[in-house]
């Protein structure tokens, strides 16, 4: 069996060198062109798996391998240019810069012609064309998770994390996201997501892990975990 494409596999740790281990023995993984979503309860420890998938966190087991590569000693910085593009929940853009410096701003590591990835990213987000000049701290919500979205697709990445992306955004807004980010991974793109929006991540997604208390409660496709009795009634609300 061939590893998938980016997985944290059996990952122990927590914040800081002595603090208390929020993850124990959790295993995440995404394969090219998937969807993989990261649900449960809030203090699951969702976006703590994220994190430390994207070496934001001490791991005292476990590893990190992308596309076959252990990366567990590398920092952020390292593996972004590894391939990894991370959107954190919130202080993800630029307020006081336009939405295309902050697209500018997100090719730092390339020193090739970024004007094609550029119009990749307004072909995805037709909205951020139209307000390209303005400062992206006007935009609304869900525009301005484009932006970040975008952002991260200009470094080009292998793989895409998100989290929390639909976080305060309308139900319709959330759902126009929703169908971008499966465009994206139709491209080949790995999509890894924490998302608080359960029933709906599941919904599109390829892969599901349900956290509870830093753990792998379930995993199973998106399909599967939707029909989960026992993930419905815990999770999803019945």
Request: aromatic share 4%; proline share 4%; charged share 25%.
């Amino acid at each position: 069996m061939s590893d998938p494409f980016l997985i944290g596999e059996a990952m122990t740790g927590g914040y800081g060198r002595g603090g208390p281990d929020i993850l124990h023995d959790c295993t995440i993984a995404v394969d090219r062109g998937e969807i993989a979503v990261i649900v449960g309860p809030n203090g699951a420890g969702k976006s703590t798996a994220m994190k430390a998938v994207f070496g934001m966190l001490d791991l005292r087991q476990g590893q990190v391998r992308l596309d076959g590569q252990d990366i567990t000693g590398l920092s952020p910085q390292e593996r972004v240019r590894h391939g990894m593009g991370f959107v954190p929940q919130t202080n993800n853009i630029f307020t006081s810069m336009t939405v295309e410096e902050n697209l500018e701003m997100g090719a730092f590591i390339r020193d090739d012609d970024i004007s094609g990835t550029m119009e990749q990213v307004y072909e995805l987000f037709p909205i951020l064309r139209d307000k390209r000049l303005q400062a992206a701290g006007e935009l609304s919500g869900g525009q301005r998770q484009q932006v970040a979205v975008g952002r991260a697709l200009m470094t080009q990445p292998k793989v895409l994390m998100l989290d929390e992306p639909t976080a305060g955004v309308s139900p319709i807004v959330m759902d126009e996201l929703f169908d971008r980010i499966i465009e994206v991974a139709r491209t080949g793109l790995p999509v890894l997501m924490v998302e608080q929006n359960a029933r709906q991540a599941l919904e599109i997604a390829d892969k599901g892990y349900v956290l509870v208390q830093g753990r792998n409660a379930h995993t199973g496709t998106g399909k599967e975990l939707l029909a989960d009795a026992e993930v419905r009634q815990s999770f999803l609300g019945g």
